[in-house]
């Protein structure tokens, strides 16, 4: 099906996913004069708080997704692990943006290695894993110690291990599922880096500067922004972020992360086509935030240059424990509060973020104790 471009005021942006994600960026559509529809299993989950429309169904409910493919203009997803057939469904009956060609890019860890180094993006040795006898001759191309993780359906630490043996790796296999799984090799990094990039209908790009993220119980916790890396470093990152989502005829907003190694180079990671959470400090840092960029592609809209006017440290607030500090955050006459509307604190749950805001530049000079100070 053909779209107007750009979308038309009052148009209805359909979003598959109804987490954190697809509430801000239904936020974003609003001020924009759209609607947003939720698809999604989950009953009032976050995104359906805020969105105009709810479909509450399963992600192959074929009935339900024709229903929601003929009340919205226009499809986006707020997370990988939706599965490809439902996109594909919906594409021969409304537009998909991005399209489920960049969905399976990103589904499959082995895929996905293969997209970034053709894209030009340089990644660690890995070896695909189908059977056990295939352990030996990968981790002989890996090196140990590696890290074993599975293809499909990991994130935030889940679907992966590090082995040091053989031994543990054969245990690693039989534990974790789906198969088959990669085997990677254990990177010596100094610090983990993201760029964020937006790639419109008409094939422009505009990128965020890079971040640099730190993980806790592999969890992101916290994103400096910008990263405190050397200028040449951030703009590989982001020149690798841009070719990423051009390979891949993305529209929409593209996160590639890196790891940066002592010697300065940067290996690709892992790539998502969706609003990241190391992009939550661009919503009180930037003329538009990740948010706003996701949203004026998927609606065909000119992408401006995001404007970065301030520094900021973002900070995850993870089940109870982030909770706990909400009221603190609220005093704070620098940061910016964001939280989901997530009914249960569990562990590992993330509830909310908490962004400071430093004047431009500072960031660099300021030792962790002073960026971190009330965080």
């Known amino acids: 099906m053909s779209l107007p471009v750009p979308l038309a005021p009052g148009a209805t942006i359909g979003i598959l996913g109804g987490g954190q994600l697809g509430r801000m960026s239904a936020l974003s559509a609003a001020r924009l004069g759209y609607r947003t529809h939720v698809f999604s299993p989950e009953v009032a989950g976050p995104g359906a708080q805020v969105m105009s429309q709810s479909t509450v169904a399963e992600y192959g409910d074929m009935d339900a997704l024709i229903g929601f493919a003929d009340a919205v203009d226009v499809v986006t997803f707020e997370f990988e692990n939706v599965p490809h057939a439902t996109l594909a469904a919906l594409e021969g009956r409304v537009a998909c943006r991005p399209g489920p060609h960049v969905l399976a890019a990103c589904q499959d860890r082995a895929v996905e290695k293969r997209v970034l180094a053709e894209a030009g993006v340089p990644v660690g040795a890995w070896a695909l894993i189908a059977q056990p006898a295939d352990l030996a001759p990968a981790l002989a191309r890996t ?65 965020f500067d890079a971040i640099e993220n730190r993980h806790r119980n592999h969890i992101l916790d916290l994103s ?107 005093a704070q006459p620098d940061v910016a509060l964001h939280l989901y509307g997530k009914a249960e604190a569990r562990p590992g749950r993330k509830m909310g973020h908490a962004t400071r805001r430093f004047p431009t530049g500072a960031l660099g000079f300021l030792p962790d104790g002073a960026a971190l100070a009330g965080l």
């Open 224 to 330: 400096y922004a910008p990263a405190r890396i050397p200028a040449a470093t951030a703009a590989a990152a982001r020149a690798h972020a841009a070719a990423m989502a051009t390979a891949l005829e993305l529209v929409g907003v593209l996160a590639v992360e890196f790891f940066l190694l002592e010697d300065g180079r940067l290996l690709g990671n892992e790539m998502a086509p969706r609003p990241h959470n190391s992009g939550h400090w661009t919503m009180d840092a930037c003329a538009v935030s990740q948010f706003d960029l996701h949203i004026r592609a998927v609606a065909g809209l000119p992408l401006p240059p995001p404007g970065r006017h301030a520094d900021a440290v973002m900070r995850n607030l993870v089940g109870q424990e982030g909770m706990a500090r909400v009221l603190d955050l609220a």
């Open 143 to 207: 090196g140990l110690p590696a890290v074993l993780k599975t293809t499909r359906l990991g994130y935030d630490g889940r679907g992966q291990a590090v082995v040091k043996t053989l031994a543990e790796a054969e245990a690693a296999f039989d534990r974790l599922a789906p198969h088959p799984l990669i085997a990677e090799a254990f990177i010596p990094f100094v610090a983990e880096v993201s760029a964020i990039v937006a790639r419109g209908a008409d094939g422009a790009t505009v990128t």
